[in-house]
């Protein structure tokens, strides 16, 4: 007689199907389902297909990094390939195991410390843009200003002086609809492969020996091999390029529009950013990444920033293998959604969870793990450019605050529009004064 199978054992749910996707009913019907059901959800989705919402500190850390091999990328991630093709974020197993492997090493800290010159770089022409607005009694658009320093920045940093030489003299940034269009129509369908293009003829050009001969992303990338001392192809250096261009900009560029939003919202919070800012960073020369690591104000401000508004606000896997957690079971082909948005927001691990105070991040000896913290994610799949995205926030901070106050023109808090980044649904719009 053959034993009968014993029934997966799946968190408490709702009967009928739930369909879930990234955007704000997501967010809502989440929020839901963990009033009604606590932080492990399971669900059947219309398809079909079993899918379970995590929002437990200890289940999460099992899924994203202790057992991460068991799962890949989830749903959601198909739309961001069209853009992406197969680069770092949305590859899985051996082929994301080769590239991270290669790609790695460029995100070294001494590597991003070379970068810091090109953060102060645009952090001065976005000051001589806001003295030039301050003089013509102007507002600011902060939204479009911190997304056109990132960009700038991440683009600076990957083709140094191609940059200026082969990007800038195509007129309009070709690079600008990244920020500004959240359509996936033909229109943009056209963009990308003009800008694979381009993209292409940099690299055939650097591969011939021409062009810039600067320490930069592209060349990183171009001298990087493999474990067989193989290089990557022209295909995969346009993806993981591609990639690098879109993790590292609107990321960055989300957080800092929050970080001027709640700046003029907590006036304590500004004058001790300031304080520190003039205290550490007088002058551009004081720059250094000695510096910037002192700066640990500035450090709890964006970690508060990122908790409450993380840019990337849910994650989704699939398991590809069967996985048992720790009073649950995961059968293969399962979905999961992970929310650091949720979680970041949750009660019972951060008190008064919608309370902006950096001073939850001060740095002491507490150990602090159980309280769930991962706008970078966790594990091995964690972010590459979180070092790199601290520095360019801090020298952007800490040179632009102490010259600049900047007022909200509408104190009514922002909308959320819930993409695969989380924006503010409007943009920001302030008055800058010289102090
Ligand atoms: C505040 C800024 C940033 C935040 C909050 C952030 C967040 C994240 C998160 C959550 C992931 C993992 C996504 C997932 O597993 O589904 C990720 C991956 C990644 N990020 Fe960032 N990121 C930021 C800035 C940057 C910057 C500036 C760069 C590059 C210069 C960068 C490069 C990458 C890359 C290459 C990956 C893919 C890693 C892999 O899959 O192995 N990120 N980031």
């Known amino acids: 007689m053959t034993e009968p199978q014993p029934d997966y054992r799946r968190p408490?749910?709702?009967?009928?199907?739930?369909?879930?996707?990234?955007?704000?009913?997501t967010l809502a019907t989440l929020q839901a389902l963990q009033q009604e059901y606590g932080d492990m959800v399971s669900m059947v989705q219309p398809n079909g297909r079993l899918?379970?919402?995590?929002?437990?500190?200890?289940?999460?850390?099992?899924?994203?990094a202790r057992r991460h091999s068991k799962y890949h990328k989830g749903p959601g991630f198909e739309r961001v390939k069209m853009l992406l093709g197969n680069g770092l974020i949305v590859s899985d197993g051996d082929v994301w195991r080769r590239s991270r492997t290669m790609i790695q090493p460029a995100f070294s800290r001494q590597n991003v410390h070379r970068l810091m010159t090109v953060m102060v770089g645009c952090t001065d022409r976005r000051a001589a843009s806001w003295a030039e607005a301050v003089g013509q009694g102007e507002t600011i658009n902060i939204t479009e200003e911190t997304s056109d320093f990132a960009l700038e920045l991440i683009l600076i940093s990957?083709?140094?002086d191609?940059?200026?030489?082969?990007?800038?003299?195509?007129?309009?940034?070709?690079f600008a609809f990244l920020s500004r269009d959240s359509t996936r129509d033909l229109s943009v369908v056209l963009k990308v492969r003009h800008l694979r293009a381009l993209l292409l003829s940099i690299i055939t050009d650097r591969r011939a020996g021409r062009g810039s001969r600067h320490f930069d992303f592209l060349s990183m990338y171009l001298d990087a091999t493999d474990k067989e001392g193989k290089k990557f192809s022209d295909a995969e250096l346009l993806d993981e390029l591609m990639t690098l261009i879109v993790a590292g900009f609107e990321t960055s560029?989300?957080?800092?529009?929050?970080?001027?939003y709640l700046i003029a919202k907590h006036p304590d919070v500004e004058a001790n950013?300031?304080?520190?800012?003039?205290?550490?960073?007088?002058?551009?020369?004081?720059?250094?990444?000695?510096?910037?690591?002192?700066?640990?104000?500035?450090?709890?401000?964006?970690?508060?920033?990122?908790?409450?508004?993380?840019?990337?606000?849910?994650?989704?896997?699939?398991a590809h293998a069967e996985d048992d957690l720790e009073h649950h079971d995961v059968p293969p082909g399962t979905d999961i959604y992970l929310s650091p948005f949720i979680l970041h927001r949750t009660a019972h691990y951060w008190p008064e969870p919608e309370r902006f105070d950096p001073d939850r991040f001060v740095a002491d000896d507490t150990p602090k793990k159980d309280r769930p913290y991962f706008p970078f994610s966790l594990g091995p799949r964690r972010c590459l450019g979180e070092y790199f995205s601290f520095l360019e926030m801090k020298v952007h901070l800490g040179?632009?605050?102490?010259?600049?106050?900047?007022?909200?023109?509408?104190?009514?808090?922002?909308?959320?529009?819930?993409?695969?980044?989380?924006?503010?649904?409007?943009?920001?719009?302030?008055?800058?004064?010289?102090?």
């Open 12 to 25: 408490p749910g709702p009967h009928q199907p739930v369909t879930l996707g990234i955007d704000a009913e």
């Open 51 to 64: 899918a379970y919402f995590v929002n437990d500190a200890v289940e999460v850390r099992r899924i994203l």
């Open 158 to 160: 990957i083709f140094g």
């Open 162 to 174: 191609d940059y200026e030489e082969r990007i800038l003299t195509e007129g309009e940034n070709p």
């Open 253 to 260: 560029a989300n957080t800092l529009n929050w970080v001027w």
């Open 273 to 318: 950013l300031i304080d520190e800012a003039q205290r550490i960073l007088p002058n551009v020369s004081a720059v250094t990444a000695e510096n910037l690591a002192a700066m640990q104000y500035t450090q709890q401000v964006l970690e508060e920033a990122l908790r409450l508004y993380p840019p990337v606000w849910l994650y989704t896997r699939r």
């Open 399 to 435: 040179l632009l605050l102490p010259r600049f106050r900047l007022q909200l023109v509408d104190e009514a808090e922002p909308q959320l529009e819930l993409a695969i980044n989380l924006r503010s649904a409007e943009d920001i719009l302030m008055q800058p004064s010289t102090r």
